[in-house]
């Protein structure tokens, strides 16, 4: 009776120990995860300020879509973080609350030709760093999300390049 009580405490820890394996992530694939988690609250966040803020009506529109494809690859990132007992981000980190506050400090043509060449370059940083994730990733749902939201973040930066070239970035 001790040796099958024994066994079945060992198979209960190997399970407990098996589940909690197939639940963590590595340090890199965490570090991917909380960057793009605070890259989509700015986007979000900046998408919004330029819908108040812009001059053009094209940077309006891109303000917009930032606004709502951002919010839902937040959204689909917060289900694999949750189901990866991840805790993300809530807030900007200082980097992207100085852009805010920059930005937030300009109107009209002044605020649109900022506001793109912000978005211009950090779409180009955030496509290489979701290329390398979907390749690289060691958790399967991470490096899914990677290349799931990788052909939209590459059209945003297509589209932030020719909403850009109109107000003369």
Same mark, same amino acid.
């Given at each position: ?9 060992? &198979? ?15 340090? &890199?694939? $965490? ?27 094209? @940077?309006?529109?891109? &303000?917009? $879509?930032?606004?709502?494809? =951002? ?30 506050? $920059? ?7 002044? #605020? ?17 760093? #979701? ?6 990733? =060691?958790?399967?749902? @991470? ?12 059209? =945003?930066? $297509? ?11």
């Amino acid at each position: 009776m001790g040796k099958i009580i024994t066994l079945l405490f060992a &198979g209960c820890a190997c399970a407990s120990f098996a589940a909690a394996q197939s639940n963590s992530v590595t340090s &890199g694939d $965490r570090t991917f995860m909380d960057k793009a988690a605070q890259g989509g609250l700015a986007e979000v966040q900046l998408g919004q300020l330029a819908e108040q803020k812009a001059s053009s009506q094209a @940077v309006k529109d891109f &303000g917009s $879509r930032m606004e709502k494809d =951002h919010s839902q690859a937040n959204e689909k990132l917060k289900g694999v973080a949750s189901a990866k007992d991840v805790t993300l981000p809530d807030s900007l980190d200082a980097k992207d609350k100085a852009l805010y506050n $920059r930005l937030s400090g300009l109107s009209g043509q002044a #605020f649109d030709k900022a506001y793109m060449r912000a978005m211009i370059q950090d779409h180009n940083q955030d496509i290489a760093e #979701f290329r390398k994730e979907s390749k690289q990733a =060691h958790d399967r749902d @991470v490096r899914s999300f990677a290349n799931t939201t990788l052909p939209t973040l590459e059209d =945003h930066l $297509r589209m932030a390049k020719q909403v850009g070239s109109e107000v003369g970035v």
